[in-house]
C-alpha cells in the first residue's frame, strides 16, 4: 500500500492519480461555469438566481485543498462499475454532468460504508486512497469484500492512529458500518445513543447532522443545534461540520444554551440536584399559576358605537380553557384577544351593527382589552419569578408544598444574588411558561449523560423534527445526571431508541481492557466496550518517588511529535503547571493552543477529549476527588490513542493492578 509497488500497482497508482486530476479539472470547469452562468443572470436581473450560483460557485472554492475522493468500489450489479466516493457532489460539464465522483450522502456511496462479508451489496472491492499533506494521492489499499474477515484496513488503522493536534477531525471516509447505520437514521428519528469511550459518538452525530442536512432540504431553513457541555469543548468539535461542508451549524455550549451573555456561578452540588430534578418542573408551575390573575372590573369598550360591556365573569369563561393549559402565556394572550374580539363583534351584530375588520383590529388594541388580558397573564420577567421563589421562603413553600421537604427547600434558600448554571435551566422552564423559545429541525447533544431532567427538557423543547443524544452512562458526573436513557427519553419528551455503539476505535484494547475493570463499579449495567486495535506495550504504569519530577524526567527523554496530555487531579492542576514550566516545559491548558510540549487537562474536564500519548498522574488522587472519583479516573484513562502512562507515588489502586 505504498509508493514501492510492483509495476502494474504502479500503474494503477497512475491511473488512480489521473482520474484525480480529471476529477479536479471537472470541478474547475463547473465553478466557471456557474461563474458565467451568473455574469449571464446579472444582465437579466434575476439576482435570487445569481446569489444561487455565486454561493455554488464559492461552496467549490472552499473544498478546494482536500482530495476530492478518498474511496472507490467496484460493483457487479449497476449500470455504473466503478464509483468514487468523495466529500461532495463531482460532474463532468463537458458530458452532460456524468457523475465522476458520488457524494458520501448518497444511497449509493452507503454501500461503501455498508458492505461486508455478511452482505456485500453488490459490491466486489472497496479500495481507500492515502494522500500526503499537500494532497498528493500516493497510495491506496484494497478491501476485497466478498471473503473479508471484517478487521480493519491498513488504511482506516493508520487514520485512527495519525498523530493528532488541535480539533477534531471528520472520519467521512472511514465511517464504520455500526457508525454508518445511526448517521443514515432518519429525520423523524430520535437516536439515543450509548457508547464507551472511543466508539465515535461524537464523530458520528455530527456527521449524521452533515448527513440529514443532505437529505432534506428543509432542515436548512429550520436549521440545526449542536449541544456540547463547555466552551473547550464546543471549540474542540467545531471545525467538523465546515469540514463537511454544512458552515450554517449553530454550535453553543450547554451554558450558553439558554441564556447567551449569563456566566453562571458556583454552587454546592446539592443544591444543584434538587434545581435539576424533574420535581422543580410542578414546582415552577406552581409558582407561575399563582402569577395568574382575574379581571375584577367589567371591560368597557367604548371605541365602538353602541359601547359593549363585558362582565369579568364572561372574561373568565373565555379564558377557562386557557389558564392551567400548557399554552405559552403570549399564546394564551393572544387567544383570549381573539376570543374577546369575536364575542364583541357578535355582541355587535346582535345589535344589527356588522362592524369592519379594521374597526375590530382596532378594538383588539384598545387599553381596555389589553388590559383585562394582562389581568389574567400580567407580564413577568423570568428573573423575577425565579427571585421570588429563592428568596421569599412563603413563595417557596406555597409552590413546593408535598414537593420539596423542609430541608430541601432550606437548601434553595438563595445565598447569591447571581444565577448559577442549574438556576438558567430554571429560568428556561419558566420562560417556557411565557413563550415557545426558537427550535431548530435537529439538535446534536453530546455529554448527554450529564444533562439534568431540567436540560433535557430545555434541550427537548428547542427540536421540531428530531434529535440525536450521545453519551456514556460510565462517565457520568454531574450531581443532577437523569441517571439512565429511559430517563433521558422522559424528560426529553420525544419518543425515541436507545442504539448502541460497541467498538472502540480510539481506545487500544491493552488500555482498554484496564479502564473496563472499573465499569462493574461505575455502570454495572453497561457491557463493557471492545477495542478494534491492539498495540501492545502501550499501557504502563511506573511507580516513581516524586510524579511530577517522573513526569518531567519522561518528556524531556521522550520528546514526541505525537500530541501529549497530562490529566491530573482538578486541585493540582497549579502545582504540575508550575512544576513543569519551572523546568522548561511548555504547558497549554486547552487544544487550541497547539504549539506546546503538553496539554495539561484537569480530570474535570478531561470527557471527550483525546491525545495520542497521555500520562495519568496519582490515580488514588483522582479517585478521592468525591463521588465521581471512579468515574473521572475512568475518563482519564480512557483519553490516550496510542499510550497511556500512569505515574504515581501512593499505592495503586486495586482496579489498576488486577
Ligand atoms: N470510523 C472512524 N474512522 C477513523 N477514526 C475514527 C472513527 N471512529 C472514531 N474515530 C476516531 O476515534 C476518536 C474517538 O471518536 P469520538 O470522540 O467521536 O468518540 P466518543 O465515543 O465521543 O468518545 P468519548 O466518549 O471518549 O468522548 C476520534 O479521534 C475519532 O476521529
Same mark, same amino acid.
Given at each position: 500500500?505504498?509508493g ?133 494521492l ?13 478487521g ?9 492512529e495519525?498523530p ?18 445511526i ?82 456561578? /458556583? %454552587?454546592?452540588?446539592? &443544591? !444543584? $440536584?434538587? =434545581? #435539576?430534578?424533574?420535581?422543580? *418542573?410542578a ?73 369592519s375588520? /379594521? %374597526?375590530?383590529?382596532? &378594538? !383588539? $388594541?384598545? =387599553? #381596555?382589552?389589553r388590559?383585562v *388580558? ?6 413577568v ?75 433535557? $427538557?430545555?434541550? #427537548? ?7 440525536t ?41 491493552e ?50 511529535p ?97
Amino acid at each position: 500500500m505504498s509508493g514501492d509497488r510492483a509495476p502494474a500497482g504502479r500503474a494503477e497508482l497512475e491511473a488512480e492519480r489521473a482520474h484525480l486530476t480529471y476529477a479536479v479539472d471537472c470541478l474547475r470547469r463547473s465553478r466557471t461555469e456557474l461563474l458565467e452562468m451568473a455574469e449571464r443572470a446579472m444582465k437579466t436581473s434575476d439576482d435570487e438566481l445569481v446569489i444561487w450560483l455565486l454561493r455554488r460557485a464559492q461552496q467549490i472554492e472552499q473544498d478546494d485543498g482536500l482530495p476530492l475522493f478518498f474511496g472507490r468500489m467496484e460493483l457487479d450489479d449497476s449500470d455504473v462499475e466503478t464509483v468514487y466516493v468523495g466529500r461532495r457532489h463531482v460532474g463532468d460539464p463537458r458530458r452532460d454532468g456524468e457523475i465522476v465522483v458520488t457524494d458520501w450522502r448518497t444511497p449509493l456511496a452507503a454501500r461503501f460504508y455498508r458492505a461486508s462479508r455478511a452482505e456485500p451489496m453488490g459490491v466486489l472491492r472497496k479500495r481507500r486512497f492515502g494522500f500526503a499533506e499537500d494532497g498528493a494521492l500516493t497510495s491506496f489499499d484494497d478491501e476485497p469484500v466478498r471473503g473479508a474477515d471484517g478487521g480493519l484496513s491498513a488504511l482506516v488503522r493508520a487514520e485512527i492512529e495519525r498523530p493528532r493536534f488541535g480539533p477534531m477531525r471528520d472520519i467521512v471516509a472511514t465511517i464504520q458500518p455500526d457508525q454508518d447505520e445511526i448517521v443514515r437514521g432518519g429525520l423523524a428519528d430520535t437516536l439515543l445513543i450509548q457508547g464507551g469511550p472511543g466508539t465515535g459518538k461524537t464523530a458520528v452525530g455530527l456527521h449524521r447532522a452533515a448527513y440529514l442536512l443532505f437529505e432534506h432540504s428543509t432542515l436548512h431553513r429550520r436549521g440545526v443545534l449542536v449541544v456540547g457541555p463547555n466552551d473547550v469543548f464546543v471549540r474542540y468539535i467545531a471545525r467538523v461540520l465546515p469540514a463537511l461542508g454544512e458552515t450554517d451549524v449553530r454550535h453553543v455550549a450547554l451554558e450558553q444554551l439558554t441564556a447567551p451573555k449569563r456566566a453562571p456561578v /458556583a %454552587e454546592p452540588p446539592e &443544591v !444543584a $440536584r434538587i =434545581k #435539576g430534578d424533574a420535581r422543580m *418542573v410542578a414546582v415552577v408551575s406552581r409558582a407561575m399559576a399563582a402569577k395568574i390573575g382575574a379581571p375584577t372590573e367589567d371591560l368597557l369598550i367604548r371605541e365602538t358605537s353602541p359601547f359593549v360591556r363585558v362582565s369579568p365573569e364572561t372574561v373568565a369563561d373565555l379564558a377557562a380553557d386557557l389558564i392551567g393549559s400548557r399554552v405559552a402565556w403570549d399564546r394564551a394572550r393572544a387567544h383570549l384577544t381573539d376570543r374577546l374580539v369575536d364575542h364583541i363583534r357578535r355582541r355587535l351584530e346582535l345589535r344589527g351593527r356588522a362592524p369592519s375588520d /379594521a %374597526e375590530m383590529r382596532r &378594538v !383588539a $388594541r384598545t =387599553k #381596555g382589552v389589553r388590559a383585562v *388580558v394582562a389581568a389574567i397573564w400580567p407580564p413577568v420577567k423570568p428573573e423575577q419569578v425565579l427571585r421570588e421563589l429563592l428568596s421569599d421562603p412563603a413563595v417557596l413553600a406555597a409552590a413546593a408544598e408535598g414537593i420539596l421537604d423542609e430541608a430541601e427547600r432550606g437548601l434553595l434558600a438563595r445565598a447569591s444574588t447571581k444565577w448559577s448554571a442549574a438556576d438558567l435551566y430554571l429560568l428556561d422552564e419558566i420562560s417556557a411558561h411565557l413563550r415557545e423559545p426558537d427550535r431548530h429541525g435537529h439538535v446534536v447533544v453530546d455529554e448527554a449523560q450529564d444533562l439534568s431532567a431540567l436540560q433535557l $427538557r430545555a434541550i #427537548g423543547r428547542r427540536c421540531v423534527d428530531s434529535a440525536t443524544v450521545l453519551g456514556d452512562m460510565a462517565q457520568r458526573t454531574t450531581p443532577w445526571a437523569a441517571g439512565s436513557w429511559d430517563a433521558v427519553r422522559e424528560h426529553l419528551g420525544l419518543a425515541s431508541r436507545v442504539l448502541t455503539l460497541s467498538r472502540s476505535y480510539r481506545v487500544p484494547a491493552e488500555v482498554l481492557a484496564v479502564a473496563n475493570r472499573l465499569l462493574p463499579l461505575i455502570a454495572p449495567d453497561l457491557p463493557p466496550t471492545r477495542s478494534v486495535r491492539h498495540a501492545p506495550g502501550s499501557f504502563t504504569t511506573t511507580h516513581v518517588p516524586d510524579v511530577p519530577a517522573a513526569l518531567i524526567a519522561a518528556i524531556t527523554a521522550d520528546p514526541t511529535p505525537e500530541s501529549t496530555g497530562v490529566i491530573v487531579r482538578d486541585d493540582q492542576r497549579a502545582q504540575v503547571r508550575r512544576t513543569l514550566t519551572t523546568h522548561g516545559i511548555t504547558v497549554a491548558d486547552s487544544l487550541d493552543d497547539t504549539g506546546t510540549d503538553v496539554t495539561l487537562i484537569p480530570a474535570g474536564l478531561a470527557k471527550g477529549l483525546e491525545f495520542d500519548h497521555v500520562y495519568v498522574l496519582e490515580p488514588a488522587d483522582i479517585i478521592d476527588t468525591g463521588p465521581d472519583g471512579l468515574r473521572l479516573l475512568y475518563i482519564a484513562l480512557t483519553r490516550a490513542v496510542s499510550r497511556l502512562t500512569v505515574l504515581h507515588t501512593r499505592d495503586l489502586p486495586e482496579v489498576l493492578t488486577a
